[in-house]
C-alpha cells in the first residue's frame, strides 16, 4: 500500500499524537481528530510543516453526527479511508465502587465504548464498499483484567475488546480487519490524572514488571503494525504492550 490515508481520534495528546507521527513516518495521509479546534490546528501545521499530508476535523466521539462528517471529510481529502486508530479515551471518574454514579458510569462509557461503537460504524460504512481496511482501537492492560478503584474505565476497555472481536467476526470476510492494541500504564497525562500527580505515576512506574511506565513512542509502532503491517491475517486480536503487567 502506498502512502495509505490514516484517521486517528484523540490525536492531540499521548499515544495519539505519538502514533500521529509514526504514521507520519511510515508515509501515511493523515486526518487528526480531537475536540480542541486550537490544539487540532496547531499539530496539523507541525505536521504539514515536516511535509506530511495532513487534515485537522474537530470532532467528539460520543456524536453520531460529529463521527459521520470526520469520517467523510477524510474520505473526501484522500479519496479513500484505508486505515483508522479510535484512539481517543477517558479514565473517567477513578475511585472506589461506592463513589460511583450514573454520571460517572455514562462520562467513561459514552466516550471509550459508544465512542467507539459510532467511530467504528462509520469507518466500516466506508471499508465494506472499498473492499478493504483496518481498524485499530484503543484498549488497555485494564481491558484485560480487573483493576481496583478504576472498574468503570476497566469495564469500558472489556467492552471495547468486545466491540473489537465481535466487528472482526462481522467483517471477517469482507477484506476489513480489525484489532485492538492495550497498552500497559503508559507515561501521558492520563496517567498522571489517573494517579493524581506526576510523583503518583513515578511511583507507579517504579511497582510495575519493568520498574517503569511506558512511553507513548513505544505503543505507536505496535498501532501502526496492527493498522498497516504486513500482516494481512491478523485480525479479531488485541495486542498487549505492556512490559510484561498482564503476562
Ligand atoms: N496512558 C495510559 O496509561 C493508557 C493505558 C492503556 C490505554 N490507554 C488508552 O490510550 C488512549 C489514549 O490515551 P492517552 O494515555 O494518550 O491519554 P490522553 O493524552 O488523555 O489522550 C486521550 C485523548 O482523547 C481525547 N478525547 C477524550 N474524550 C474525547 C471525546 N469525547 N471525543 C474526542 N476526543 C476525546 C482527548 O482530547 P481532549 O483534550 O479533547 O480531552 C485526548 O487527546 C485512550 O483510549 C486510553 O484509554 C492509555
Redesign the pocket.
Known sequence: MTSPSVLI??A?????RATAYAFAEAGARLMIS???EKAGRALLWELREKGVEAEFVR????DDDEVRKLVDAAVARFGRLDAAVN?????GTVGPIVEQSAESYAATFD??VL?TLLCMKHEVRIMLPQGSGSIVN?????GKKGAAGAAIYAAS?HAVEGLTKSVALEVASSGIRVNAV?????N????VRFTGDAAGADSLGKSLPAQRLGE?DEIAPAIVFAAIGKAHFLTGHSISVDGAFTA
Not at 470532532?59 to 460520543?62: G, H, L, W, Y
Not at 484512539?87 to 479514565?91: F, K, P
Request: charged residues 20%; aromatic residues 0%.
Open positions: 481520534t484523540g492531540l495528546t499521548g499515544i495519539g480531537g475536540r480542541r470532532a467528539d466521539v460520543r484512539n481517543a479515551g477517558t479514565e466516550t471509550n465512542g484503543l484498549s488497555s492492560a485494564m476497555k492495550a497498552p500497559g500504564p503508559t501521558t497525562d492520563m496517567i507513548a
